[in-house]
């Protein structure tokens, strides 16, 4: 059968493409990095795609992936052919049904992106943790190491799961195989068509529940028959791995490509054999190609099939003459005998080998995406000839600790001179990997070349770095690692030479091509120290060009993708150029061209005029400069940040060896203030005689880097020249004292919020206000200096600063500098949290955005103040947050209580008063908080010198006599859906915990996937069409328990009210509940206008603000207060300025205006729910 | 005998003359089907603004497709976005649902930015079912370097363009600012204008000095606007043999009584559709027959540009000489 055309594709899409053409039910849950397969199924039935027999395959969004499972349970027993996608925690939350399902023998196939799962930390990249915590499920686990791979193999496991009766869980390596892009041959409708058999799907159907041959499952069995019937299903597994070597014999008649239980290759008599599975053996497969070639007896095999696990087969598969194996994992099981490959392997040998055993060493490697090259492999070869070889190694980091790291020669390369090499650095937004998607796409499509991409990633969301890996080639690629010695080095933004090695990764006589603002006659002399010497050293030819203006000129503001693309088509040579410019301009027309002709037209304008602007630069015969790269971080930085954050920020985090890190996953605080990025290109600069002093702009800043502070006038004594200062106006607490707003220029991410913010206008030209937005060049040097002088002004003393919105920015942010977008929605609310609580904050932190820009190394923003106290932070889990942080409470309770039980207990040998005072202490106010503080020192100070345990005890404990605040911070993601059964029910409870949602309507971490928070109406994936049913009433819901606090709020439309609701959820000691409107980029719209749109979400009824608070029950008021007055726009006003609902329009405008109309009447009704339940009074209710 | 209404404009013959000027009411089908009912005789589109489509696309291309690729979690916050299509394709849309649900005839109307915009879009209005193109020229010269000379090609090249691009008559719609009105009006011609619709009505903030702002505000036209219009369609018609519409002031059958008496082949109304109700325009009709019988006008084409410039009893009344008999009259009275 002829084989389809190559196509170029990631490992998701494949995968997806085979799963929804062989399925009648697909039910979801985003998750990285198996997100993507889940949306190519959604969006493919969106459109009406059909699977190989003729239906369109329903795709389902569940709340969770244990909701996921168990309708994947239900609809295979109700018959259906039935997919789900799902990778780390999610698989975790699967387990159960995957026993299940495994234990009814049932047809099914789930497909994973192999991802780490979170211990000491989360990762979202891939090992193979979480696949090896199913195989004791009962699940069949076939693994892919490649795209091609994981294309077929999902084939495989669809035909075989329908013929064996047994589960399959087909796996590949996530980011590694899920999102590298490769030319493969995909599957035609017929091929797979003719792997499935027919009559196995008709016995699948036949086994269905229906009412019309009803049977039972899911039986209550007791130790008189679970033992036998659970031994019954032996034959089934007996059978598999032979039914799944028939479905691959099959495949290779239909397709050609060859696949066995277990592949070996390497040497035919090889001694020294690796055992490994996934993307990893890629890797191996050249190293042991490249040793076996040089002579050595050394060989791979690769596991296919893991469960079941064909013992005979795999040791068929060895070649008799081995005599030493090397079991590699990706995973890690502390306190195992061996990790469980290796005893796989083990068992397998000691049941099937017929002599005397070989000798099995095993190690770990790869773990989170750790990069496994052939170097490593070497190493691994090495130990194995070694005359003791190591067991229970690691290879790929030092471990300087438990000494179990094989070395590893880092020059080693095994890549192909006929492979071009490219390798990109770009800045997130700045198109350099849709663009490198489209130059693989053009190459892998219009040239007999292989290709391969693979993309890097940064953590964080604002002003990310992306490197791409580009690689093509005559031969398939089979280099499963990052680029080492690229023949092309392309930079999308100078500045990164100033902050990473970025030529280290250059080949000799590569190509080296930097967008710069530099001419070509002065860039040699800009560059620093270590990239001339590089330059010089490896004889690079250096380009440049002027990517902006080019960009700027042809229209197309900073987005230099294309010009980049361009000068690499220019530069490489991989095709004729007049081929090129014509493959490039039909990839923009295909990328862009539902965007509109003028998109199209000027990227293509983009494309010929960065042709005609590159410029070689001349490289003089020495190095011209001595000036080296600054240092990562500033000099002042502490001791860990110097030796450990500093090199993670210089992209050198692989360098550090094991001993340079916290046991236990135990970071310092405050570290984002080490690591300036310098994002902005224009930042807020201050007119002191403008300003109306109202700190508005400090408030709604997203990243803390526009401040107030005031102070003593004496202070400025030692400002820079430049300083501005001018009299404190505005607040009464501080008559006398100056006042100054400053930006931090480094920090700022340049998204303009307090500029729109700033009521402050030049009445003779209102152009002009208080801040405006200048250019960051002229200012920076100026403005780093006045910065560094401003935080060494005192922070205001908190028990004089009044508990109003413009006072509360007088208090210090210890949340600083996050990762989080530009113009963030969610932040502000979080620094405000960490100003008025911060120093007696515990935080729970659901995953998503806020545990990313909370948590995500290198550096991290929740910081202490000078006495050292600030926000305690963690993440649990997704799903648990709420629980979580009820236990945060508990403990702090559990603690404060002992504490206070210790001081009634010592009461007689202590002061009275004071322990009087502690006992009694009111901590409603700032000032009676620092009293309880000072009480606090004073008993610390009274039991000093004591020797007894209670003394003891009660002197580690004292400082849980001061009130804690918990809150419970995450987005819609989970309060609404996949958290809110823990949610409720710590809702339901007593408790003193504050729960902060903030709502962005979407699942914006994972790449906004409809939640049950999003509106009626929005374009969200999952709801490609325009959400149908209306935004759940989460605070409705908790108000009718009565007892909880409730508040919805919105800062950029009423400040006031969030503030007034952040200190009444926390002042009720019980549970409570605030809901804060969170813009995102995932509502599509500039997010400048954030704030006007939080005006309007507001004014149209879309988000009325109210407050309900149970103290007013209890008085006999009416406890819900509504905030906003009632609607005055309507919300088409709100909706028309917003990408998510703009685009139903757009693609279907009458069901855009029934939408329309629907949500209107929501708008209406809720808001006559809400007016009439603001006029509900109850009797008096007794205090409880 | 009731008069005959029948005349013609950019070659469509109609039932009468007052059809509904460009607004929002094409938007929604149901307002569409009563304004037949109501008898209009064809169908002004609001118009397409090249300049919103472009900057909408840029803004989709800056503000959807941006966020995209930078971050390992979510390379993209949208589902397929290139489901959706920004560009005329929603405007063309619904000149063939018009065209579908009703049997009268649709003039597209069009307001570009840029040379090939303007021919582009006039030729898919076309082919999507348009029986004319009305050209907005809406755009206020603000350029000091460029001379009225230079302002009045550009347009005269658009004109001249799309005529060569498409077939189906053509109408500029243009403001009462132009130097040499019936210079510019007649090179309009030349280039290819079938019909001149009189006058285009700018948008003109308003200031709000509370906060420094201009604001927006929709202002509805009344009767007071006609009298500019009238003025110069009895000019025009006098001087040109090129058809003209009255738009902006007929809210009375009056009203359009008098815009016909100027010269005019045809009457847009909003406004007080927008305030009435479809149905007003039947009464229009209803009202400008009677006026018509009761003066004992036989037909639309009898009453036609009996009071322009070259038929009324006082031409002065349309020049300079009127300004000052005005001032007379008033420093008399």
Redesign the interface.
Known sequence: MENPAFVTLDGNEVVASVAHRLSEVIAIYPITPSSPMGEFADEWSAAGRKNLWGKVPTVVEMQSEGGAAGAVHGALQAGAMTTTFTASQGLLLMIPNLYKIAGELTSFCIHVAARTIATHALSIFGDHSDVMACRQTGVAMLCAGSVQEAGDFAAIAHAATLRARVPFMHFFDGFRTSHEIAKIQPLSDEQLARLVDQQAIAAHRSRALTPDRPVIRGTAQNPDTFFQAREACNPFYAACPGTVQGVMDEFAALTGRKYRLFDYEGAPDAEHVIVMMGSGAEAAGEAVAWAAAKGRKVGLLKVRLYRPFDAHAFVRALPSTVKRIAVLDRTKEPGAVAEPLHLDVLAALNEAWPGALPRVVGGRYGLSSKEFTPAMVLAVLDNLAAEQPRNHFTVGINDDRTRLSLPVDDEFDLEPADTVRAVFYGLGSDGTVGSNKNTIKIIGEETDLFAQAYFVYDSRKAGAITVSHLRFGPRPVRSTYRIRHASFVGLSHPQFLEQYDVLEGAGHGATFFVNTGTAPGAFWDSLPAEAQRLVLEKQLKVYVVDGWKVAAEAGMGRHIGTVMQACFFALSGVLPMETAVERMKEAVEKAYGKRGQEVVRRNHAAIDLALKRIQRVEVPGKATTSRSRPPAVAEAAPDFVQRVTAIMLAGKGDSLPVSAFPVDGTWPVGTSQWGKRALAREIPIWDSKLCIQCNKCALVCPHAAIRAKVYEPAALQAAPAGFQSTDNRMVAEFKGQRYTIQVAPDDCTGCSLCVQACPAKDRTNPRHKAIDMLPVDAHRERERTNYDFFLGLPEADRTKVAADIRSSQLLQPLFEYSGACAGCGETPYVKLLTQVFGDRLLVANATGCSSIYGGNLPTTPWRCNEQGRGPAWANSLFEDNAEFGLGLRLGADALAQNARLLLQQLAPTLPEALVKGLLDADQATEAGLAQQRDRVAALRAALKGRQDAPAATLDQLADYLVKKSVWIVGGDGWAYDIGFGGLDHVLAGQWDVNVLVMDTEVYSNTGGQQSKATPLGAAAKFAAAGKETGKKDLGLLAMAYGHVYVARVAFGAKDVQTLQALREAESWPGPSLVIAYSHCIAHGYDLSQGLEQQKLAVNSGMWPLYRFDPRRARKGEAPLVLDSGKPKSPVREFMQNEGRFRMIELRDRDRYQRLLAMAQAEADRRWAHYEQLAGLKTPPQEQA | MSPDLTTTWLGLKLAHPIMPGASPMVDDLDTVRRLEDAGAPCIVMHSLFEEQ??R????????????????????????????????P??YL??IRRIRKATHIPVIASLNGVTPGGWV?YAGLMAQAGASAVELNFYALASDPDEDAGGVERRALEVVQAVRAAVNIPLAVKISPFWTSLPNFARALSRAGADGLVLFNRFYQPDFDLEN??SSRRLQLSDSRELLLRLHWTGILTARLATPVACSGGVHEALDAAKAIAAGAHAVQVVSSLLLHGPSALAKLRDGLAAWMEEREYASVAELRGCMNLARCPDPAAYERGNYIRLLQSWHGG
């Open positions: 489509i472009l909408e696309q840029l803004a989709a291309h800056l503000h959807l497709d941006a966020h995209s690729e930078s971050y390992a979690e979510a390379l993209s916050y949208f589902p397929d976005s290139n489901a959706f299509a920004l560009g394709d929603a849309e619904q582009e420094l702002e």
